[in-house]
């Protein structure tokens, strides 16, 4: 179950959850108030009061913490542990956030006690709905019924989608073999095409076939297709299937009349010019908060490496529609860490990286001189990462559609950096370019604004740092 905004599919479990925990975060605040300050508190919930402004602003930021932790994504598969610790993290930026609001807006403060308490009632209550919640959508009345037509290389794809996390909002109900295919699929839920499809989708109570011939040129049911679709059946290719379930284009199974005729890949001006609105306001407040960080990585580097070490590193990449520009970072690496001429994939561990490298890298802060380059108009804020321009040469004579992520400029974070690690590879140059392709079909301003927020998880948590 899903819907689509702005061009972002949001699963209807998680909009539910979201509700849900924003409305105990809510009655968090009333409830520590009652505790604290007595009942006489719950009389300030009505508009004449503050108390339901100080309810809401927590809720808000309580949400949006969760949602910077990755709390709300699907590919979240941190384990009970790493939930328990990214909700104690989100709502701890909540009470930092209104604490810093009390400080511009006396009228809604509240006192440390009532704030404390709906801080450790807000944690134990999210945690508590979280895993009733796990519970209640592993049931199967909870999730769309899908039928598989085909049986054979194409769809056996969909066995890829193993974890229980992968399958939470639909149930495979079966594989129907056709014409053509050579069957792979699983044979417990292997099934013979009937003499009437739309009378069996009806009997099975189907809400979702998902066409996944290996060979349409042979028996393809155009007709009860349709009958399905009018039916009310929602019939997809698998492709699309799986881009919605997935957030990646998967290139084994996409053909190029896919990414000519189907949605997406659409730009309005307007998206422009908001998008550059958006890069330069987001990088001018980042420099802002960041500037304290960027002075001591100065000052570390120079300590480490001495007075007349360089600071900056640039290097050549490649940008939109291809054209070359030199990215800034703060030098993580020793000077003499590549001999000219041979470009070097980064590795795990990676002798190269000084300690103060390893410690920027790790925290982000190396990637911070990049907002510069956001500002000169040669990356935007959100976008795939640029590559080097030996690297680039080589995987686009060996990864079909590499050239497409050049369509947009390159980002300081992007759609693949949250849901792959650190790529250095040409297999994981194939796997993140199907998110780089995915968020380039999808783009927008609240994709890119979610990307950003998101990008908080990745910077806390160490997720993908070499």
Known sequence: MSIRLFKFHLK??????????????????????????????????????????????????????????????????????????????????AAAACALVFYLLPVVKVGPEVLGLAVAVAVASSVIVRLLFERVLDQDIFKRRVLVFGAGHRAASLMQLRR?????????????????????????????????????????????????????????????????????????????????ETGKVRLDVTSPSWFIFGEGFRVSPLQLVLSRAFDILSSLALLVVASPFMVLAVLAIKLEDGAAAPVL??????????????????????????????????????????????????????????????????????????????????????????????????GITGWAQLCYPYGASEKDAFEKLQYDLYYVKNRSLVFDFAILVQTVEVVLWGKGAR
């Open 313 to 410: 590193y640039r290097q050549r990449r490649v940008g939109q529609h291809g054209e070359i520009f030199d990215v800034l970072k703060f030098r993580s690496m020793r000077v003499d860490a590549e001999r000219p001429g041979q470009a070097q994939w980064a590795v795990t561990n990676d002798p190269r990286v000084t300690r103060v490298g390893a410690f920027i890298r790790k925290t982000r802060i190396d990637e911070l001189p990049q907002l510069f380059n956001v500002l000169r108009g040669d990356m935007s804020f959100v976008g795939p990462r640029p590559e080097r321009p030996e690297f680039v040469e080589q995987l686009e004579q060996v990864i079909p559609y590499y050239h497409e992520r050049h369509s947009v400029k390159p």
């Open 164 to 244: 229980r996390v992968d399958q939470r909002g639909f149930k495979l109900v079966a594989f129907m073999a056709t014409e053509g295919d050579t069957v792979s699929a699983p044979a417990d839920r292997l099934t013979l095409r009937p003499k009437d499809l739309y009378a069996w989708a009806l009997e099975h109570e189907i809400d979702e076939v998902v066409v996944a011939m290996d060979d349409r040129r042979q028996g393809f049911p155009m007709h009860e297709l349709l009958e399905c679709r009018i039916a009310g059946i929602d019939v997809l290719e698998l492709p699309t299937f799986l881009e919605r």
């Open 12 to 93: 209807v479990p998680i909009l539910l959850l979201a509700g849900i925990e924003a409305a105990l975060f809510y009655f968090a605040v009333f409830f520590a108030a009652a505790l604290v300050q007595g009942p006489h508190a719950a009389a300030e919930a009505t508009p004449g009061g503050k108390l339901w402004l100080t309810a809401v602003l927590f809720a808000v930021t309580a949400v949006a913490g969760l949602f910077a932790m990755g709390l709300y994504a699907t590919r979240q598969r941190s384990g009970r542990t790493g939930m328990a610790l990214r909700v104690v993290a989100g709502i701890l930026f």
